[in-house]
C-alpha cells in the first residue's frame, strides 16, 4: 500500500492470480479500515498545501507521470496481461489511453477559468471561481486496471483534490505500478494513497462514513455503484458513478452488412468481452441478417484464443470462475428458450487452456426479450443477434433497457443516423464507429449506467466547487 508518501507492506497479504494459468503471481497487503482511516487522514492534511500549489506546478507533475507512464509502456502491458489476461497489444493500448488521461488533464488544469456575471445592481459585480472539493475516494474495476485509475486521479491531482484509492482486488499490481510512478513523479507526500484491500466492504464503509472525505468517484458494476451512492449520500457528499452497460448495437439496411459484422467482431470480443461499453445486444435489420451473420461467423472462427502473452492470440480468459459460470448460464438460458448457437457456446479447456478461464467466442440469434442475455450485462465474449423490421421498433427496443452508457449504429443514411442518435437513451453513442471514446472525450452513462462523466473539460468539473462572490464596489 501507500499511503502518506510510505510504502507499506503488511504481514496479512492476500493472493493474485493469473487468469489464464492460475498461477500464483504475487502477494499484496490486506489492509483494512484502519488503513483507510490513515489513508483519509493523510489526505485531508496534504490537502491544505496541495490546493494552494499553482496549476502549472501540479501540471508538471501530471506531465511527469505521463512521460514515465509512455517510458514503462511495454512493462505495465505484461504486468497487466499477466494480471487481468488481455492480449499484450491490447494492454499497450490500454497503457497509451491511461497515459492520454494524465497528459489531457495537465493541460486542463491550466483552463481553470472562472466567470464574471452581470449584476442587475450597479454597484455589484458577481465573480465564479471553481475550487477543489477536498479528499476524493476513489474505487476502480479490474477490467482496465490502469486507465481507471488515472481517469480519476488525473483529473482530481489537475483540479487540486487529494486522492485514496482503492483497486479492485483482482488487479492490485497494476495500481503498485501507477503509485509507483506518481511517486517518482514527485506528487508530495499524502496527495495520492493506495489502500489495498481482500474484502472491499469495510474499506467502502470507511469512505462513504467519514466527513474528511468530501467527494467519492467509482467505477464498478451498478449494485454496488447504487449502494455505495446510498451510503455517501446520508453524508451529502458528492458521488460519480460510471457504472454497468448493455450496449445495443443497430445495423440498419443501408449499411455495408459486411463492414458492420466486422465492427462486431472487434469490438464485442475486445478484452474478451468484459467492457461496460461492450455491444450486448446487436440488432441487424432483416433483410440483411445472412449476410451479415455470414461474415461475423467467419471472422469469429479466425480468432485465436489463449494467454495474452503469446502475440498470436486475440482473445485472453475471463477474470475468475464466476464470470465463466454467469457467461454459461446467461448462453444455455438463451439456446433453452429458443435462440440458435452460430459459434462456440462452451468453455475452452484444450491445449493448456484447462488452468484458465477460457471461454469460445460465440454467436447467437434469434436471441428475444425473454431471455436474461437481454437484460443482463454479459460481460463476456456472447455475441446475441436480434433482427427487426423498421427504425421505430429498434429504438423502441434499443431503449428498453435500465442501463444508458453506450450504443452503436450502423447506416449510410445520414438523417436516419442524426434522428436514431437523438433518439437513443444512452451517453455515449457510435455512428459507423466502434471506439467512440478519447482522454478529450466525455465518457459516462444516463439512466442506471452512472452519474457524472468522466475525461474532457467535463471530467475536471466533476471535482471542482463553485464558488460565488458578490462585491458591492
Ligand atoms: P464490482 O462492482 O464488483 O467491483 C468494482 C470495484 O468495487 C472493485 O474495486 C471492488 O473491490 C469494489 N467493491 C465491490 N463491492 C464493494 C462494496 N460493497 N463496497 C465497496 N467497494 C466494493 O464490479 P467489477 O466486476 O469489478 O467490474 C465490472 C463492472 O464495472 C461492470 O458492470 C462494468 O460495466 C463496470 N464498468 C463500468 C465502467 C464505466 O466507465 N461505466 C468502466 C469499467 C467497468
Request: aromatic share 8%.
Amino acid at each position: 500500500m501507500y499511503i502518506n508518501g510510505e510504502w507499506i507492506n503488511l504481514d496479512r497479504r492476500f493472493d493474485v492470480n493469473n487468469p489464464a494459468t492460475g498461477e500464483l503471481i504475487g502477494q499484496v497487503s490486506d489492509g483494512d479500515q484502519r488503513h483507510a482511516q490513515q489513508a483519509i487522514d493523510a489526505a485531508d492534511k496534504a490537502f491544505l498545501e496541495w490546493k494552494q500549489t499553482t496549476a502549472y506546478q501540479r501540471a508538471a507533475i501530471l506531465e511527469r507521470a505521463h512521460g514515465l507512464m509512455l517510458e514503462r509502456k511495454t512493462e505495465l502491458a505484461e504486468l497487466m496481461t499477466t494480471e487481468q489476461g488481455k492480449p499484450l497489444k491490447a494492454a499497450a493500448n490500454e497503457v497509451q489511453y491511461a497515459a492520454d488521461f494524465l497528459k489531457w488533464f495537465a493541460e486542463e488544469a491550466k483552463r481553470n477559468y472562472g466567470q464574471t456575471i452581470p449584476s442587475a445592481r450597479p454597484d455589484q459585480r458577481f465573480m465564479v471561481r471553481y475550487e477543489p472539493v477536498g479528499v476524493v475516494a476513489a474505487i476502480t474495476p479490474w477490467n482496465y486496471p490502469i486507465s481507471m485509475l488515472t481517469r480519476k486521479i488525473a483529473p482530481a491531482l489537475a483540479a487540486g483534490c487529494t486522492v485514496v484509492l482503492k483497486p479492485a482486488e483482482m488487479t492490485p499490481l497494476c495500481a503498485l505500478a501507477v503509485f509507483e510512478i506518481l511517486h517518482e513523479s514527485g506528487v508530495p507526500r499524502g496527495v495520492v494513497n493506495l489502500v489495498t484491500a481482500a474484502n472491499p466492504v469495510p474499506i467502502g464503509e470507511a469512505f462513504c462514513s467519514n466527513s474528511k472525505v468530501k467527494k467519492l468517484t467509482f467505477t464498478g458494476s451498478t449494485m454496488v455503484g447504487k449502494n455505495l451512492a446510498s451510503a455517501a449520500a446520508f453524508n451529502l457528499k458528492r458521488v460519480s458513478m460510471e457504472l454497468g452497460g448493455h450496449a445495443p448495437f443497430i445495423v440498419f439496411d443501408d449499411a455495408d452488412p459486411m463492414h458492420a459484422a466486422k465492427g462486431v467482431s472487434l469490438v464485442k470480443f475486445l478484452n474478451t468481452g468484459q467492457a461496460c461499453i461492450s455491444p450486448n445486444r446487436i440488432f441487424v435489420q432483416r433483410n440483411i441478417i445472412k449476410d451479415f451473420l455470414d461474415t461475423l461467423i467467419k471472422r469469429v472462427g479466425a480468432l485465436k484464443v489463449g494467454h495474452g502473452m503469446d502475440p498470436a492470440n486475440h482473445m485472453g480468459p475471463l477474470i475468475n470462475h464466476a464470470a465463466l459460470d454467469k457467461v454459461d448460464k446467461q448462453v444455455v438460458d438463451a439456446i433453452n428458450q429458443g435462440a440458435q448457437l452460430l459459434a462456440g457456446g462452451a468453455r475452452l479447456t484444450e491445449d493448456g487452456l484447462d488452468k484458465g478461464h477460457f471461454y469460445a467466442p460465440t454467436v447467437l440469434t434469434d436471441v428475444s426479450e425473454r431471455m436474461l442475455i437481454y437484460r443482463e450485462e454479459t460481460f463476456g465474449p456472447v455475441a446475441a443477434v436480434i433482427p427487426f423490421d423498421t427504425q421505430k421498433q429498434v429504438i423502441e427496443m434499443a431503449n428498453d433497457t435500465h442501463y444508458g452508457l453506450a450504443a452503436y449504429i450502423y447506416t449510410q443514411n445520414l438523417s436516419r443516423a442524426m434522428r436514431v442518435f437523438e433518439a437513443l437513451n444512452f451517453g455515449i453513442i457510435g455512428i459507423n464507429d466502434i471506439n467512440p471514446t478519447s482522454a478529450a472525450a466525455p465518457f459516462g452513462g444516463m439512466n442506471q449506467s452512472g452519474l457524472g462523466r468522466e475525461g474532457a473539460s467535463e471530467g475536471m468539473m466533476e471535482y471542482l466547487e463553485t464558488k460565488l462572490g458578490g462585491l458591492s464596489v
